[in-house]
């Protein structure tokens, strides 16, 4: 995994104004698109700023655009706010940090979770076959979340301290949770 100070592609940005959704091609994008996106639209606050929010007790989010191809969320969290063991199924994924401090963290079963701070200004792409975690690092930080296909299903995943890890199928629709027993980052 890499991560990567985002500076948006100068060739894809859109005037203040417009809306970079109707630039996407009619297809699935595959991951390294999908940081171009989540780049471009976080250099683009007017498209995103209103519906920022916090809140201790549950992860405030938004749809910001989905089609037959991309999906595209905005979400804000705070240190109580943990995704749990989760994967996006089908689709592939990219995330751009905007404001504050995210933790992206990585099953190792039998060792210790990989944990990576990723602060605003900073992105990163995965494929479908990556499980993470996400936590918020910060009581203030704010995300841009972007997948293709869109988000139908997810795999949220329970890992036990002896590290048995047990897969449940899930809703896009469904707000992402530690399962019981999940251990902590």
């Known amino acids: 995994m890499t991560y990567r100070t985002s500076q948006a592609d100068p060739a894809r940005e859109v005037p ?6 109707t630039a996407l091609p009619e297809r699935n994008l595959d991951k390294r698109e999908l940081r171009e996106l989540v780049d471009t639209l976080a250099a683009r606050p007017d498209l995103w700023r209103e519906q920022v929010a ?8 938004a749809s910001l655009h989905r089609d ?9 969290w705070t240190r109580r706010n943990d995704t749990g063991w989760h994967d996006h199924d089908l689709s592939s994924g ?5 404001q504050g401090v995210l933790t992206e963290s990585n099953p190792r079963i039998g060792g210790e979770h990989l944990a990576t701070a990723v602060g ?3 992105s990163f792409c995965f494929g479908p076959d990556h499980i993470h975690r996400l936590t918020g690092a910060s009581d203030d930080a704010v995300s841009v979340h972007a997948y293709s296909p869109p988000l139908w299903r997810l795999g949220q995943y329970d890992i036990t301290d002896d590290g048995l890890m047990r897969r449940v199928s899930v809703s896009y629709a469904d707000e992402l949770r530690p399962m019981d027993g999940a251990g902590a980052a």
Do not use: K
């Open 16 to 21: 203040d104004g417009a809306q970079p959704f």
């Open 54 to 61: 916090f809140s201790d007790t549950e992860r405030h989010y």
């Open 68 to 76: 037959e191809f991309v999906d595209v969320w905005l979400l804000c």
């Open 94 to 98: 990219a995330v751009g940090v905007v």
């Open 120 to 122: 605003a200004g900073s």
